[in-house]
């Protein structure tokens, strides 16, 4: 029962405390981090970290793993690449440019999403387990290949200048990076409490229903299959606005965002994190890009052996950091922290009387 | 039908199956079964392991499909409908191996249970009408006495327990038609008393078919009994004429009983 987590650890007195303080600091952000860390680490965490809670909706809501995210995340881009940049001189590289207003491609490449996602939704709706897998990983390879061969809308090196043209409201952002910054937290404190809200109404119960026995869902009048494709829908929408934050903030999409290694990253970001808790979305996310920032120039102190070694092995180091975190919990770093958290209140009400909580994992 | 309370109630069948057969491969697990059960009748549904009455059950709740026959539920032909349709009709049923929402609370899976035949699954927003689906949830635990667990995750409840909250589940939704497999497997003599006593007291307007290895529950609670033997029926009649009946107790009551 390895859901448990979920609602029997109740927000702790220390988790709300840690979720303040992160939040404070988040909001201070650019005052007390440097510009590297405001600008490149954080808003990195944040819209992965929207990216890796879609994954973790589905999967500890939902019970579906899904390799689509990646993919979901790269066509928002892509479309409103596609929408919002204009041709003409300078403008060498691939798509539509369309030229329209920003506000309306960013609606329309988050609705289109959507769709797409409802689409992929519905036809592995009927797949459980490994079979879903498979299917969301060849959503994944498709849309690799789409966007690589299909130079209309993006060809192998994709749409650039894409953060030129964002929405009058939100204004320049190549200059003004602080207000990507904030963008990007807004959005992540968004995508967070509205799946804290959506699990607790009667779509987010019912979808924990099919999650644990979706044959008595049916026997109680529950239409299966549309309940995993709305979620499904449901999570393309929060991969949206992932994908739209990224190419506000790197400026260009390309077939090689979303990828097979990409989408591996991403599902080892949700991994890292716990696939049980969405907090550990933006956990994840933010130790893996720690990861790939800080190990490219590790140099061991004594041994003065490191650095390029590193940097050129990133994915070995990360790889066995994945292999270790999981070795230790399933549940990721949130599973590492709700057993000890768990420890520590055994601790507090020892006793003749103690009795150990329910158990979390197994 | 010659019991008097039969004959104040609604003659029309609540459940009719013709020829229903179901195969697993080259196994006839249900062979050619011919059911009618009246509005508000108490029926059990008897027969050695392997009989075939968890499958039958299957097919007519509409978890599985049939490969043979018609089943017509309140009226309406069920045959091609999936499960969902025939629970909207009016039919709710309990699992032999309960299936219960492990990581939801008690007072959740009941909730699920109510709301399932109402329309509304989808809203993501929650109102007064999901205020009085956990009304009926937490009657419904009041009912098996499970209320005082409603804040309990499903998974950290006893066997027993579950067993409650499986029958708790199928009453939520206020059903015409009660399917119970096995309610009382697994469960201490005082646990069966109770179920018992819940099955005996159960409203007259519904209609209750009850797979039940527990002799004592079964034909203290059936007024028509059905044997089942290899996917076939053997014998139907009152809970006198089985105790009567000399291959009933050859096949059946002589045996020793297993649970499961
Ligand atoms: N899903 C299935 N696949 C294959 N065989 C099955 C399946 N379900 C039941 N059976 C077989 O059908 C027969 C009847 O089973 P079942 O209906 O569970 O009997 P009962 O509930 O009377 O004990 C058994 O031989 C069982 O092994
Ligand atoms: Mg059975």
């Given amino acids: 029962m390895r859901w448990n987590v979920l609602r029997s650890s109740p927000k702790t007195t220390i988790e709300r405390a840690i979720g303040a303080i992160a939040l404070v600091l988040a909001a201070l952000g650019p005052l007390v981090f440097n510009q590297y860390w405001a600008h490149q680490i954080l808003i990195e965490t944040f819209l992965f970290g929207i990216a890796a809670a879609s994954l973790i909706f589905l999967s500890a809501y939902g019970g579906m793993v899904s390799l689509a995210q990646t993919a979901l995340f790269g066509i928002a881009g892509v479309i409103l690449g596609n929408l919002a940049t204009r041709g003409g001189p300078g403008g060498t590289s691939k798509g539509l440019h369309l030229g329209w207003d920003p506000t309306v491609a960013l609606v329309v490449a988050i609705a289109m999403t959507t769709a797409i996602g409802l689409m992929f939704g519905a036809i592995a709706a009927r797949s459980i387990g490994i079979y879903f897998l498979m299917i969301t990983l060849t959503y994944s390879v498709i849309t690799t290949y789409f966007l690589g061969q299909v130079t209309l809308v993006s060809g192998f090196s994709g749409i650039g200048g894409i953060n030129r043209y964002t929405p009058s409201w939100i204004g320049d952002l190549t200059g003004h990076p602080n207000r990507l910054y904030y963008v990007s937290l807004v959005a992540a404190v968004f995508t967070y409490v509205l799946i804290r809200y959506v699990v607790r109404t009667p779509f987010g119960i019912t979808l924990q229903g099919v999650r644990d026995e979706p044959v008595r869902m049916s026997s109680l009048g529950y239409n299966v299959p549309l309940h995993r494709t709305l979620a499904f829908g449901f999570a393309a929408f929060l991969a949206s606005l992932s994908g739209v934050l990224y190419v506000w903030w790197s400026g260009q999409i390309a077939p090689g965002n979303v990828d097979l290694p990409e989408t591996i990253s991403l599902l080892v970001i949700a991994v890292i994190g716990g696939l049980a808790r969405i907090e550990g979305a933006w956990l994840g996310a933010f130790a893996f890009i720690i990861i790939q920032n800080y190990v490219r120039g590790f140099t061991f102190p004594f041994l003065g052996f490191g650095g390029t070694l590193f940097g050129g092995s990133f994915n070995t180091v990360i790889g066995i950091i994945f292999l270790l975190i999981v070795l230790i919990s399933p549940d990721g770093l949130m599973g590492i922290w709700d057993r000890a958290l768990a420890a520590r209140s055994r601790v507090g009400r020892a006793g003749p009387s103690a009795e150990a909580p329910a158990r979390t994992g197994g | ?260």
């Fill in chain 2, 1 to 260: 039908m010659t019991e008097a309370p039969l004959e104040t109630r609604s003659t029309e069948p609540t459940l009719r199956v013709w020829g229903v057969g179901r195969r697993f491969g080259g196994l006839h697990a249900v062979n050619d079964v011919d059911l009618e059960i009246v509005a508000g009748e108490r029926r059990a549904i008897l027969g050695p392991n392997g009989a075939g009455k968890t499958t039958l059950f299957n097919v007519i709740a509409g978890d599985l499909p049939v490969s043979s026959g018609r089943i017509e539920l309140f009226g309406h032909d069920v045959t091609a409908a999936p499960a969902r349709k025939r629970a909207r009709l009016g039919l709710a049923r309990s699992y032999q191996q309960s299936r219960l929402f492990l990581n939801l609370t008690v007072e959740d899976s009941l909730y699920l249970a109510a709301l399932g035949v109402r329309r509304g699954h989808l809203r993501p927003v929650t109102t007064r009408r999901d205020r009085e689906m956990r009304e009926r949830a937490r009657e419904a635990a009041r009912r098996v006495a499970i209320d005082d667990k409603l804040g309990e995750m499903v998974g950290s409840l006893s066997h027993g327990e579950h067993r409650q909250v499986a029958v708790a589940m199928a009453l939520a939704s206020k059903p015409r038609m009660l399917m119970l497999d096995e309610p009382a497997s697994g469960l201490s003599p005082g646990e069966r008393q109770l179920l018992t006593d819940l099955l005996l007291a159960l409203d007259r307007e519904i209609t209750l078919i009850l797979i039940e290895h527990d002799m004592d529950v079964a034909l203290r609670v059936a007024e028509r009994v059905t044997m089942m033997h290899e996917g076939r029926v053997i014998v139907e009649g009152t809970p006198d004429e089985i105790r009567a009946n000399e291959y009933v107790h050859e096949l059946y009551l002589g045996a020793p009983q297993r649970d499961e």
